[in-house]
């Protein structure tokens, strides 16, 4: 091998790849699969051809797959000793399963047929802690990569799933996202010189610690390619490689290895083998693996999805349990076979069907403010029509924020007033310590001794407006905890603020960022659908403001 420039640490955590360290070297890739009950979704594989598009471009590498405790610390244990001294960047990519206490975070081992608990993974999972450290020592050339895929593991009194708060040395730069994010980062933008910071960003991947925006971890000019081992006519090898992956199943793989058993890509070949096996899915994951759907695409996906009534829990482009298990809902429904994986073909049909029911939803909010419309008008005319106290409060009750609600208020108040001239005094001195109070205590005081008052209707309309204030208040609270739960990212805030605009609703700067003028016009929005008038994003209001934006969509 050529003298390398670069030492690359990389825990790859896959599916389907066998188990135990498999290959030596200065630098470390590390993929697991198999997580007992527990099943890593997509990312994977492309996580390893990102590694083996760094390896041929000469970056050496130590090699672990589907590894325990002991693997793992055995490949970290040779890429410490194959770290030159020098200026060489030293890049890990982790890419799995991750779970964090206050006081660290761990990267899971593989074991099947057990469950991940919390005694296993402080005692066999690999320590980011202990990663940092090493990278520590090279401050300014230290690369931490750590992409998360799909999987909920119990983490009991001890730990919580995911990758938690990573106490950063300086001098060392850390990239995280989803694990198919992270796998196109590193195939497209590391080896070809492009800052961190901007490559880092077109992936949607959230960059800490050391990051100004020229760093750049690995250039091309400094990265040296392996010396070529002595290769006979390698043409039909690759030849038949290339046919075995456009038939991409069992057979063309192992016709492949009937032919090369020592191939030069015998090893490939055996790795899908084996994933073949421990996926009865492998096809129709592959089939929506090779649509190379980016986080845009994805996140329509869930969009479309939740339009139809299907919790993707969350619209965030990251394919989770929730979202596997709305597609797997949605192709149950339109009589598709529930794979949980989606094909071109029925990313269209559900994209229709969606077009379809967005404009249904629009339809049925212009028939219900119409109704409304109408209704208030009704209820306006009957209180002018009987000028009694009653109607008007009754529209008040029913439309506080009416085109009539300011001159049916000026209406009460007056009657109010008469009121007030005509009441005894001792029932006006009553009156007016339960206003001057302006509790619910205070009026129910009132009432209790002043039922038949001259402001009995006065003090029960202040105690329902405050009912509804505590009511709004829960719902607000609900609403928010809601949003929270959407895990909205800027994009996906910007796309509702511009829906608000084109709706005329003025939300304010379409920046991500939600203000006082943003919750106002969340507010109006949720106002002329019938919603709960909260001024947040819950997840009705989600579905109606999405349905609007696909009506002018081609």
Do not use: C
Request: net charge negative; hydrophobic share 40%.
């Amino acid at each position: 091998m050529g003298t390398m420039k670069s030492t690359i640490a990389a825990g790859i955590i896959g599916w389907g790849w066998a188990s135990g360290a498999l290959a030596a070297g200065d630098a470390l890739v590390v993929g697991n699969g198999q997580f007992g009950r527990l099943q890593t979704l997509l990312g994977a594989t492309r996580v390893a051809d990102a590694a083996q598009t760094l390896k041929a471009h000469g970056v050496a590498m130590t090699l672990a797959r589907d590894a325990d405790g002991v693997d793992m610390r055995d490949a970290f244990a040779r890429f410490m000793g194959g770290i030159a001294p020098g200026d060489a960047p030293v890049i890990v990519i982790l890419s799995g399963v991750f779970m964090h206490s206050a006081q660290g975070t761990y990267l899971l081992p593989v074991d099947e047929g057990q469950d991940i608990d919390a005694a296993r993974v402080l005692t066999e999972g690999l320590a980011l802690d202990t990663v940092l450290t090493v990278l520590a020592r090279h401050p300014g050339r230290a690369l931490l990569v750590l992409g998360e895929t799909s999987a909920d593991p119990r983490g009991g009194t001890y730990l919580k799933p995911g990758i938690g708060q990573l106490d950063i040395p300086q001098g060392v730069s850390v990239a995280q996202g989803p694990a198919l994010d992270v796998a196109r980062f590193v195939a497209r933008d590391l080896p070809m010189g492009t800052p961190l910071v901007a490559a880092a960003d077109a992936h949607e991947l959230t960059v800490s610690g050391y990051a100004p925006t020229t760093h750049v971890v690995l250039r091309p000019e400094d990265i040296e390619a392996p010396d070529a081992p002595p290769v006979i006519n390698p043409e039909p090898d690759h030849a038949a490689w290339d046919k075995a992956q456009a038939g991409d199943s069992q057979d063309s793989y192992q016709a492949y290895l009937d032919r090369y058993p020592d191939g030069l890509h015998a090893a490939a070949a055996r790795q899908r083998l084996t994933a073949i096996a421990a996926d009865p899915l492998y096809q129709e994951r592959r089939a929506e693996e090779a649509l190379q759907l980016d986080r845009a695409a994805r996140r329509e996906i869930q969009r479309d999805l939740t339009i139809l009534g299907f919790d993707t829990r969350g619209i965030d482009g990251i394919f989770g349990k929730g979202t596997r298990r709305a597609i797997g809902l949605f192709q149950k429904k339109t009589g598709l076979v529930a794979t949980g994986y989606l094909d071109a073909d029925q990313i269209a049909r559900l994209d229709q069907i969606a077009a379809t029911r967005a404009a249904e939803l629009e339809e049925e909010d212009r028939l219900r403010r119409a109704a409304r419309a109408q209704l208030e008008r009704a209820t306006w005319q009957q209180a002018m029509a009987d000028g009694q106290e009653s109607s008007l409060r009754h529209y008040l009750e029913e439309f506080p924020d009416g085109q009539h609600a300011d001159e049916a208020r000026a209406l009460v108040a007056q009657i109010d007033a008469r009121r007030a001239k005509r009441a005894a005094a001792q029932d006006r001195r009553a009156w007016r310590r339960a206003a001057e109070r302006d509790t619910s205590a205070g009026y129910r005081s009132y009432l209790e001794t002043w039922p038949q008052g001259a402001f009995a209707d006065e003090a029960s309309m202040r105690l329902k407006e405050m009912d509804r204030a505590v009511q709004h208040d829960r719902d607000v609270q609900q609403a928010k905890a809601q949003e929270a739960s959407l895990r909205l990212n800027p994009v996906a805030r910007s796309l509702a603020e511009a829906r608000l605009r084109a709706l005329g609703l003025n939300p304010g700067p379409t920046d991500g960022k939600f203000t006082v003028q943003t919750r106002d016009a969340i507010r109006a929005f949720q106002a002329e659908r019938g919603l709960r008038e909260s001024g947040f994003l819950d997840e009705q209001t989600v579905v109606r403001l999405l349905a609007d934006g696909l009506l002018g969509r081609n």
